[in-house]
């Protein structure tokens, strides 16, 4: 049974660089059948997704996020990392590692989820 | 760039009752839609995707249908457990884009 952990500081000042790992546990990050990728939620809000990126390296991001983030993937730690740059108090958020199945592009794995905010 | 809405912002129900959300998107989106439970402080889970295709574990109460704009899901019978936030999601093939619904809240009423 694959697992998801995410892990990372729990507060970042403004207009520094947000960085998170997701660590992947009983299961492949190799494969061609998943999209990893990254949601947020701001507290009290939906659902924001951030980016993914596949077994190969090919990332896509949400554009409104585009210029700020990148996404990338170790295999040989089994890790998916985030980085956004440039913070603001509006990238405060429970941040969400989660697994897309390909094809179907539906999210049937998800972290628990680390709180981040962004204060000074 | 595909919109998703969801209607009602909040439904009120009472326990044992059905319950009828609806997701609607700003251009066909095909069956790639998707519906996922979140409890307080706690991750989403899938319940359905393909439109109408319960995911692993989920409950025969829950069901989904719809295609193209306009999306259904139904909980036949409201169990305790079932008063929290649902979403809807949609994948959008290019520009890759996975895009959310804001959410229906189930209250008691």
């Known amino acids: 049974q694959a697992q998801l952990q995410e892990s990372g500081p729990g507060l970042v000042k403004p207009s520094q660089t947000l960085s998170l790992t997701c660590t992947v546990s009983?299961?492949?990050?190799?494969?061609?059948?998943?999209?990893w990728s990254w949601i947020r939620q701001s507290p009290g809000k939906g659902l924001e997704w951030i980016g993914y990126?596949?077994?190969?390296?090919?990332?896509y991001y949400n554009p409104s996020l585009k210029t700020r983030v990148t996404i990338f993937l170790d295999t040989s730690k089994k890790q998916i990392s985030l980085r956004l740059s440039s913070v603001t108090a509006a990238d405060t958020a429970v941040y969400y590692c989660?697994?897309?199945?390909?094809?179907?592009?539906?999210?049937?794995?998800w972290g628990r989820g680390t709180l981040v905010t962004v204060s000074s | 760039e595909i919109v998703m809405t969801q209607s009602p912002a909040t439904l009120s129900v009472s326990p044992g009752e059905r319950a009828t959300l609806s997701c609607r998107a700003s251009?066909?989106?095909?069956?790639?839609l998707a519906w996922y439970q979140q409890k307080p402080g706690q991750a989403p889970r899938l319940l359905i995707y393909?439109?109408?295709t319960r995911a692993t574990g989920i409950p025969a109460r829950f069901s989904g249908s719809g295609s193209g704009t306009e999306f259904t899901l139904t909980i036949s019978s409201l169990q305790s457990e079932d008063f929290v936030v649902y979403y809807c999601?949609?994948?959008?093939?290019?520009?890759?884009?996975?895009?959310f619904g804001p959410g229906t809240n189930v209250d008691i009423k």
């Open positions: 990126i596949f077994y190969s390296g090919n990332a």
């Open positions: 009983g299961g492949s990050i190799s494969s061609g059948d998943y999209y």
């Open positions: 999601q949609h994948y959008n093939n290019w520009p890759p884009l996975f895009t």
């Open positions: 989660a697994r897309a199945q390909s094809p179907g592009y539906y999210f049937d794995l």
């Open positions: 393909g439109a109408s």
């Open positions: 251009q066909s989106v095909s069956r790639n």
